[in-house]
């Protein structure tokens, strides 16, 4: 399917999904969280897709957020247009959340407002040392979306998370790296290359066992311990009798490398 705002595709068994709005920032307005939330949910669906990147077009941005003109268009109907746009955006970045496949952001330039939110949501980030980090939400005098109030104080705590929705500091790539914003920052050229290379690696993994560590850490910080460690057993229970899970005993047994199919 073609889309007017993103390009989509699936190559060996890695979905790349690039915001292409690049006149625009690569920000979203209602027709591309639309199509954001269509294109993971076909992800989600593939069962090709044992990892999946996003990224924006170009190098300036990988995503500024919402697109604010369009807000500005339509100020006597701006809530019902922020209502439909984050509801696409909110249910995409939840199907991101409990799919199976690892997520990786490729953070190419600025992530700001739902730009930063989306890098956050992300399982792993890659930024380029070019890139930078802003929330810019209560600089327009708007509150933060896109999952950032949720995922922030987990990934930087709440003191951090704090000052960037207060102040809207801006975070260059390393700094980003040494709050824990992002897993590793490389020069801009080596992005696309780094990327590939950590997708390529996630593919060939046992995705399930993935799947279920994604949920465990979901769920973690809302629970019990003893209720996380109840959940812990039914998951690796489950897993152990999976086509995966026998294989990976298997090779470790036999001394090899698992072939696993995901």
């Not at 593939?46 to 990224?55: F, L």
């Not at 730009?115 to 980090?133: E, R």
């Amino acid at each position: 399917m073609n889309y007017q705002n993103f390009d989509y595709c699936v190559d060996a068994q890695i979905a790349r999904i690039t915001i292409s709005r690049e006149k625009a920032f690569n920000s979203i307005d209602l027709e591309s969280a639309r199509e954001l939330c269509d294109i993971v949910n076909r992800c989600g669906s593939d069962r090709s897709v044992r990892a999946v990147i996003i990224t924006g077009a170009g190098s300036k941005a990988f995503c500024a957020g919402g697109d604010v003109a369009s807000f500005a268009a339509q100020p006597e109907t701006v809530d019902l247009l922020i209502k439909e746009i984050t509801g696409y955006l909110h249910q995409a970045i939840s199907r991101l959340a409990w799919m199976d496949a690892p997520v990786i952001a490729a953070v190419n330039g600025v992530a700001a407002g739902a730009g930063l939110s989306l890098a956050a949501a992300c399982d792993l980030a890659i930024a380029a040392d070019t890139a930078v980090f802003t929330s810019a939400y209560t600089q327009i005098g708007l509150t933060p979306d896109g999952s950032a109030t949720y995922y922030l104080p987990r990934l930087i705590g709440r003191r951090r998370a704090m000052e960037l929705f207060l102040t809207n500091r801006v975070l260059k790539a390393p700094e980003a790296l040494e709050w824990g914003l992002v897993n590793r920052v490389v020069p801009a050229a080596e992005l696309s290359e780094s990327v590939d290379a950590l997708a390529m690696q996630l593919a060939r993994g046992a995705t399930r066992a993935m799947g279920g560590v994604k949920k465990l850490l979901l769920l973690s910080a809302n629970d019990s311990l003893e209720s996380q460690m109840e959940r812990e057993t039914r998951q690796i229970a489950e897993l152990s009798r999976s086509a995966d899970g026998l294989e990976g005993v298997k090779a470790f047994v036999e001394k090899r490398k698992p072939a696993f199919g995901g």
